[in-house]
């Protein structure tokens, strides 16, 4: 079976084509930064308007690439939610055209779970049951994947996601939008032993996460400082945030008894985290994976490969209900079978 997959539940549009027999066939993806950096954040309408300039543009770039045409696909996936409603509609109302033009099933598929199904496109895979630490956009959970398809929500931040932490606290620094690939860049010069960040909620028992408290010590910290003390500062807050994630992730291995550990998500492609956990994987004797840097943040080839397996197994979406929250372990309620 080959499938379009489309994502555009926030600031990327992403558009690839998978296929059973030979994987990935076409990538394409085209980022929004430049035109959200003068807000300083994503402005959801102006999101909507560029998807619908960019999206037609990427799949005929994307079928000019894998070298197919039109006629040889044979389902598409779309990004239901979470996202940003007018967002999504964006590949929502492009799908059910092409679909019905082409006559082809189309689904729409749980963001969450295409970021934890990434790592399939790597040679290196993970073996059932493993832990995922997900950690993208808004959302910094554990979960335990059973099987394909069966996935129990074992965590997740009470507040503020690591990656709003990351973001908001490089916002405040005044570094370049999106903030946090900046602050872990800034991180690289500093001392961390320099300033005592806090690991929250590393006391407690449990797999919840919380940074509200960090990211308002970060505040106070760099109220009281200059900018020549803004790398230690970004070493000292990188190291609680990496640390905190990482203590909770073994924790997690320990409760489940699971020896296989997944990081997918744009805080994913953290190279500190990276390294850190391949450290400990070593020595601890646990194995980790990640998807590469490219397939952490929103791209359209995890979404075409979660379309394939979900397609290829006769699910469609016969009615399309878009969805601002979708739980990664409700996946289930929404999927219709032919």
């Known amino acids: 079976m080959i499938v379009l997959g489309i994502e555009s539940s926030c600031d990327e549009t992403g558009v690839a084509i998978y296929s059973g027999e030979k994987g990935l066939l076409a990538h394409q993806l085209y980022s929004q930064i430049a035109l959200h950096a003068q807000y300083g954040g994503v402005v959801p309408e102006l999101a909507s308007r560029d998807h619908i300039r960019k999206l037609p543009l990427l799949v005929n770039a994307a079928i000019e690439e894998a070298g ?69 956009g808004g959302h910094t959970q554990l979960v335990l994947v059973k099987a394909f398809g069966e996935y129990e929500l074992l965590g997740e931040s009470l507040d503020d996601a690591v990656g709003e932490a990351f973001d908001k606290t490089a916002k405040i620094m005044g570094l370049p939008y999106p903030g946090g690939p900046e602050l872990a860049k800034l991180a690289q010069e500093g001392d961390a032993s320099r300033y005592e960040f806090p690991r929250p909620m590393l006391n407690r028992p449990g797999l919840e996460f919380s940074f509200s408290g960090i990211k308002t010590k970060a505040l106070l910290t760099i109220e009281n400082a200059t900018k020549a003390d803004y790398p230690d500062i970004a070493a000292g807050f990188q190291e609680a945030l990496v640390d905190t994630l990482i203590q909770k992730s073994l924790r997690a291995l320990k409760q489940t008894g699971a020896t296989e550990l997944v990081v997918s998500g744009g805080v994913g492609a953290n190279k500190h985290l990276r390294a850190e956990l391949r450290r400990l994987a070593e020595t601890l004797g646990f194995n980790v994976y990640f998807p590469r840097a490219e397939f952490c943040t929103d791209n359209g080839a995890m979404v075409a490969y979660l379309g394939y397996e979900r397609l290829s197994r006769g699910e469609v979406s016969t009615e399309v209900k878009l969805k601002a929250r979708w739980p990664i372990d409700q996946v289930s309620q929404y999927i219709e079978s032919e």
């Open 68 to 136: 197919i045409n039109f006629s040889d696909l044979e389902g598409i996936a779309f990004t239901r939610g979470p996202g940003l409603i007018g967002a999504l509609m964006v590949a929502a109302t492009y799908a059910q055209g092409l679909g019905l033009a082409l006559n082809i099933p189309i689904l729409g598929v749980n963001h969450m779970e295409a970021h934890l199904m990434a790592v399939m496109l790597e040679e290196r895979k993970p073996e059932y049951p493993f832990v995922t630490l997900l950690v993208s």
